[in-house]
Nanobody
Framework: QVQLVESGGGLVQPGGSLRLSCTAS????????IGWFRQAPGKEREGVSCISSSDQSTYYADSVKGRFTISRDNAKNTVYLQMDSLKPEDTAVYYCIAASSGCSGYGPDYWGKGTLVTVSS
């Protein structure tokens, strides 16, 4: 049973930063494109960012471009999402996903359970 585990969520003031981590046991993240989705209360789930497994190309939603940075450390079997200049509209549950078909393929194969990010003063 594949388990993706997110961590790093919490409460932060507008303009602040958080770093989310996604890791897994008994599952090598390096073989998959890894991405982040989020779902805010009352809204549909949306893709935020993705990093490929091959050339580590990165992709970002327009709403986070220039503020969020995705990276991976295959030695630690971990993918990070550095979130800077956070806004209240970034408040959501953030989910880590793994996709064997790549960032622009057929969608996630696996999902984590999510971590809550709340941006509020």
């Amino acid at each position: 049973q594949v388990q993706l585990v997110e961590s790093g969520g919490g409460l932060v003031q507008p303009g602040g930063s958080l770093r989310l981590s996604c890791t897994a046991s008994d599952f090598t993240l390096g073989y998959y494109a890894i991405g982040w989705f989020r779902q805010a209360p009352g809204k549909e789930r949306e893709g935020v960012s993705c990093i490929s497994s091959s050339d580590q190309s990165t992709y970002y939603a327009d709403s986070v471009k220039g503020r969020f940075t995705i990276s991976r450390d295959n030695a630690k079997n971990t993918v990070y999402l550095q979130m800077d200049s956070l806004k209240p509209e970034d408040t959501a549950v953030y989910y880590c996903i793994a996709a064997s078909s790549g960032c622009s393929g057929y969608g996630p194969d696996y999902w984590g359970k999510g971590t809550l990010v709340t941006v509020s003063s």
